[in-house]
């Protein structure tokens, strides 16, 4: 137990320093994030409220469904919590350098995982209480619990974070010891195959998106969605009811409920370090022991590049340094999981698309979408790049590669592989939505826009504003660059989109006659890709001038 509370000593020091390390930044750095996270706030609360107005507002069931949301909501902060607690526990506990030495000293399995479970449920929820709290307090601001519900919220969701922790933690020590180092190439093709008959399947299940004459089946499915969240058994429904308990003057209910929280995370906080006195150590050195056959494989893919360009070397090298990395590839799933969500709804909505209103807002709508989507990977993915590439920059920069080519690697890698990605959702989307052919070729185009324009940013900022300190890309994001790429990405994408959405609304309004549209509409996609490539081509430029004066 003393080699632990020294553990969690370390690290409460360690994020004292952090915190008194804000003063000691830039001005200017402090006020652009303190400025966007209140912008943030502000927009996240008027938005939410907006959005449960409407839920209010809805004939017959609309506060039916306000109380559901909470149910709902619950549910999706366990399930979203616990997956990301997962994805963050598995590198603290088996790749993180520090474990090295941690696992040489002579400290109990125990008291590391527990250490472990502290610092996974911190990284794993702040971000949630940052975002969350204004999207909470605008509910209860419109629910008929009030403030009061939201007051109760924080009794009934701490230790619902805490058990989401727990049992991410749990899953990454399974994993750990009991995932496969790699698949056989028969069950790769099987999974790709089964993958596409799925993306079939998913698109032509239904002949059309759902129309207004369906909007009764719609809403069946939203009550029956929430019978769902609202299960007995699911801890996120006890939050919920305790919270209305609570809220109702229900004190023996509500009190009853939270310590059935608080039991079960009792329960896996003392099974946890248990569970990683048998598995952490073993699945450690699983991890550090190499089979032959991935030996082999590695020895093929060195004999193969050896007969390609430097370039094409350093992009493989890049490809497999983040499909190696399980904290990258696993974040990096769950964006595109939560897209695979977002295109499994996409028909579940009541829309008309004999009217013009929802064919453009529809339009505008999933573009805004993929875009969102772009500037978070490519913030997260592709900055660090050339922020952790720049600490060994000494040794590039020597290579007969040169400055121009290494930049020129990274942007290319980066704009081919989400283009590519990006095109299959945009067409995907547009087929199950059943956007009008123009429109749909319009947002093929303006994805690969957006791609390369996003690209050249993250990858042009990332070589000016390094994050030399970094030890992992996880590290490298968090500092003034890593803001100042994910401010410019939102800024270009918000002009992209209001670009785009230009000739539509002035279709809608009269403004534009139906012959001239389709000339209006496709001179703003030219626009779009004109500035996009000078965007890109600016930051590019910027970043290889100051590769070649710059003494790294």
């Known amino acids: 137990m003393n080699g632990t509370a020294a553990l969690l000593s370390a690290k409460r020091r360690i994020l004292a320093a952090t915190v008194r390390s804000i003063?000691?930044?830039?001005?200017?750095?402090?006020?652009?994030?303190?400025?966007?996270?209140?912008?943030?706030?502000?927009?996240?609360?008027?938005?939410?409220?907006?959005?449960?107005?409407?839920?209010?507002?809805?004939?017959?069931?609309?506060?039916?469904?306000?109380?559901?949301?909470?149910?709902?909501?619950?549910?999706?902060?366990?399930?979203?919590?616990?997956?990301?607690?997962?994805?963050?526990?598995?590198?603290?506990?088996?790749?993180?350098?520090?474990?090295?030495?941690?696992?040489?000293?002579?400290?109990?399995?125990?008291?590391?995982a527990a250490c472990r479970i502290v610092e996974t449920i911190f990284l794993g929820s702040w971000a949630f209480f940052l975002t969350g709290t204004p999207i909470m307090l605008a509910y209860f601001h419109l629910s008929e619990t009030g403030l009061r519900g939201f007051a109760f919220s924080w009794i009934f969701f701490i230790p619902l974070v805490v058990l989401a922790g727990a049992a991410g933690l749990l899953a990454a020590l399974l994993l750990g010891r009991?995932?496969?180092?790699?698949?056989?190439?028969?069950?790769?093709?099987?999974?790709?195959?089964?993958?596409?008959?799925?993306?079939a399947l998913l698109i032509g299940r239904h002949g059309g998106p759902a129309g207004a004459g369906r909007s009764l089946g719609f809403v069946d499915q939203v009550v029956s969605k929430c019978r769902l969240a609202s299960w007995f058994p699911l801890p996120s429904s006890w939050a919920a009811e305790g919270i209305f308990a609570a809220a109702r003057g229900a004190r023996g209910d509500a009190w009853l409920l939270w310590g059935a929280l608080v039991s079960t995370v009792l329960f896996l906080l003392a099974v946890?370090?248990?569970?990683?006195?048998?598995?952490?150590?073993?699945?450690?050195?699983?991890?550090?022991?190499?089979?032959?056959?991935?030996?082999?494989?590695?020895?093929?893919?060195?004999?193969?590049?050896?007969?390609?360009?430097?370039?094409?070397?350093?992009?493989?090298?890049?490809?497999?340094?983040?499909?190696?990395?399980?904290?990258?590839?696993?974040?990096?799933?769950?964006?595109?999981?939560?897209?695979?969500?977002?295109?499994?709804?996409?028909?579940?909505?009541?829309?008309?698309?004999?009217?013009?209103?929802?064919?453009?807002?529809?339009?505008?709508?999933?573009?805004?979408?993929?875009?969102?989507?772009?500037?978070?990977?490519s913030s997260r993915f592709f900055f660090p790049l050339?922020?952790?590439?720049?600490?060994?920059?000494?040794?590039?920069?020597?290579?007969?590669?040169?400055?121009?080519?290494?930049?020129?690697?990274?942007?290319?890698?980066?704009?081919?592989?989400?283009?590519g990605i990006?095109?299959?959702?945009?067409?995907?989307?547009?087929?199950?939505?059943?956007?009008?052919?123009?429109?749909?070729?319009?947002?093929?185009?303006?994805?690969?826009?957006?791609?390369?324009?996003?690209?050249?940013?993250?990858v042009g900022l990332g070589a000016l504003y390094p994050n030399l300190k970094a030890a992992s890309p996880a590290e490298a994001v968090s500092g003034l660059g890593g803001a100042i790429v994910l401010i410019l990405n939102l800024g270009y994408l918000l002009c992209a989109l209001a670009l785009l959405g230009?000739?539509?609304?002035?279709?809608?309004?009269?403004?534009?006659?139906?012959?001239?549209?389709?000339?209006c509409f496709w001179g703003c996609v030219g626009v779009l890709g004109a500035g996009s490539a000078a965007v890109a081509a600016l930051a590019l430029r910027a970043a290889t001038r100051w590769l070649e004066r710059a003494d790294l």
């Open 23 to 112: 003063g000691k930044e830039p001005p200017l750095k402090v006020a652009v994030v303190g400025l966007f996270a209140a912008g943030w706030v502000c927009g996240a609360f008027l938005i939410s409220r907006e959005g449960f107005s409407f839920v209010a507002r809805f004939p017959g069931i609309g506060e039916y469904l306000l109380d559901r949301l909470l149910y709902l909501f619950s549910l999706g902060v366990f399930a979203m919590l616990a997956l990301s607690c997962a994805l963050l526990a598995y590198p603290l506990l088996f790749v993180k350098k520090e474990n090295e030495l941690l696992l040489s000293m002579p400290l109990g399995r125990a008291g590391i």
């Open 178 to 199: 009991f995932l496969p180092r790699g698949l056989p190439p028969a069950l790769r093709r099987a999974a790709a195959l089964l993958s596409a008959a799925a993306a």
């Open 272 to 377: 946890g370090p248990s569970v990683a006195e048998r598995l952490l150590q073993a699945g450690w050195d699983r991890r550090a022991s190499a089979p032959a056959r991935l030996r082999a494989r590695g020895a093929r893919g060195r004999s193969w590049t050896e007969r390609r360009s430097p370039a094409v070397a350093l992009a493989l090298k890049d490809a497999l340094s983040f499909v190696r990395d399980f904290g990258q590839w696993g974040q990096f799933a769950l964006f595109f999981g939560l897209l695979g969500l977002y295109l499994l709804n996409l028909r579940a909505m009541p829309y008309d698309l004999e009217s013009d209103f929802w064919r453009y807002l529809l339009f505008i709508l999933n573009l805004s979408a993929l875009g969102f989507t772009l500037a978070g990977l």
């Open 386 to 419: 050339m922020s952790v590439e720049l600490a060994r920059f000494w040794f590039l920069g020597t290579s007969p590669l040169g400055a121009r080519r290494i930049l020129g690697e990274k942007f290319l890698l980066c704009a081919t592989f989400i283009s």
């Open 422 to 458: 990006t095109l299959l959702l945009a067409l995907l989307s547009g087929l199950m939505l059943g956007v009008p052919p123009m429109l749909l070729a319009g947002s093929l185009a303006a994805v690969v826009s957006m791609g390369c324009a996003i690209s050249g940013l993250s």
């Open 502 to 519: 230009l000739p539509l609304l002035l279709r809608l309004r009269g403004a534009l006659p139906g012959a001239a549209f389709p000339s």
